[in-house]
């Protein structure tokens, strides 16, 4: 049989880590950038690991400038 200890916890999201490396810095403007520009999936090419939804950081469903403004008071 499968036992729960056979795998790994789930880890929960950082909020503003878009780049799924464990921390909130400019590489994550970067991520949001290239969400912003190239949409999900440009976001899903350069980021295979990540979600795109976490680009959505205000939880409006759409990403857009007030998630820029929200990444930034998170870099701050």
Same mark, same amino acid.
């Given at each position: 049989?499968?036992?729960?200890? %056979?795998? $790994?916890? !789930?880890? $929960? !999201?950082?909020?503003?880590?878009?780049?799924? %490396?464990?921390?909130? *810095?400019?590489?994550?403007?970067?991520?949001?950038? @290239? !969400?912003?520009?190239?949409?999900?999936? $440009?976001?899903?090419?350069?980021?295979?690991?990540? %979600?795109?939804?976490? @680009?959505?950081?205000?939880? %409006?469903?759409? @990403? *857009? !400038?007030? *998630?820029?403004?929200?990444?930034?008071?998170?870099?701050?």
């Amino acid at each position: 049989g499968i036992m729960l200890s %056979d795998f $790994e916890p !789930a880890n $929960e !999201a950082l909020p503003g880590d878009l780049n799924c %490396d464990g921390s909130v *810095d400019g590489r994550d403007v970067a991520a949001m950038t @290239t !969400a912003l520009r190239g949409g999900a999936s $440009e976001f899903q090419m350069q980021y295979p690991d990540c %979600d795109s939804g976490r @680009t959505d950081l205000n939880g %409006d469903g759409q @990403t *857009d !400038a007030a *998630d820029i403004t929200f990444l930034v008071d998170l870099l701050l």
